[in-house]
C-alpha cells in the first residue's frame, strides 16, 4: 500500500513564498518518479513539476519555470515544492502524485500511479 500525504497549503499574498512537502508511505520510495500537479475549479488537472526517481532530473510546466522548485529527500520519504513570486493564478487544489518503474520525471498525470489528497492554494490579497 503506498500512501501520499500532501501539507503547507494555505492562503498567501501575492509575491509571497510558499512551500508544499508530500510524504510517501510504503515500499521502495525511491523507485518512484515523482511530480505535482494542480488544478483549479473548472480546470482541469495540470502538470506543475517532476522529479526523477534518482532526484536528478527535473521538469517544469513553462509557466513555473524559474518560480517553482522541485526536490526529494529519500531520507525523509518526501518530495517538496518550493513556490516563489506567488500569483493569483497558482491558486488551485496541488497534488502530489508517484509512478513506479519509471526512469523519467513524473511529468504526465495520466501514466501516474499513486495521487494524494491534494492540497489547497490560495493566491489573493
Known amino acids: 500500500q503506498v500512501q501520499l500525504v500532501e501539507s503547507g497549503g494555505g492562503l498567501v499574498q501575492p509575491g509571497v513564498s510558499l512551500k508544499l512537502s508530500c510524504v510517501v508511505s510504503?515500499?521502495?520510495?525511491?523507485?518512484?518518479?515523482m511530480g505535482w500537479f494542480r488544478q483549479a475549479p473548472g480546470n482541469e488537472r495540470e502538470f506543475v513539476a517532476g522529479?526523477?526517481?534518482?532526484?536528478?532530473?527535473?521538469g517544469y510546466a513553462n509557466s513555473e519555470k524559474g518560480r517553482f522548485t522541485i526536490a526529494r529527500d529519500s531520507a525523509q520519504n518526501t518530495v517538496f515544492l518550493q513556490m516563489n513570486s506567488q500569483k493569483p493564478e497558482d491558486t488551485s487544489v496541488y497534488y502530489c502524485?508517484?509512478?513506479?518503474?519509471?526512469?523519467?520525471?513524473?511529468?504526465?498525470?495520466?501514466?501516474?500511479?499513486?495521487w494524494g489528497q491534494g492540497t489547497q492554494v490560495a493566491v489573493a490579497s
Open positions: 510504503g515500499r521502495t520510495y525511491g523507485s518512484y518518479a
Open positions: 502524485a508517484a509512478r513506479v518503474r519509471f526512469d523519467g520525471a513524473g511529468t504526465d498525470s495520466s501514466g501516474m500511479d499513486y
Open positions: 522529479i526523477t526517481k534518482g532526484g536528478t532530473i527535473t
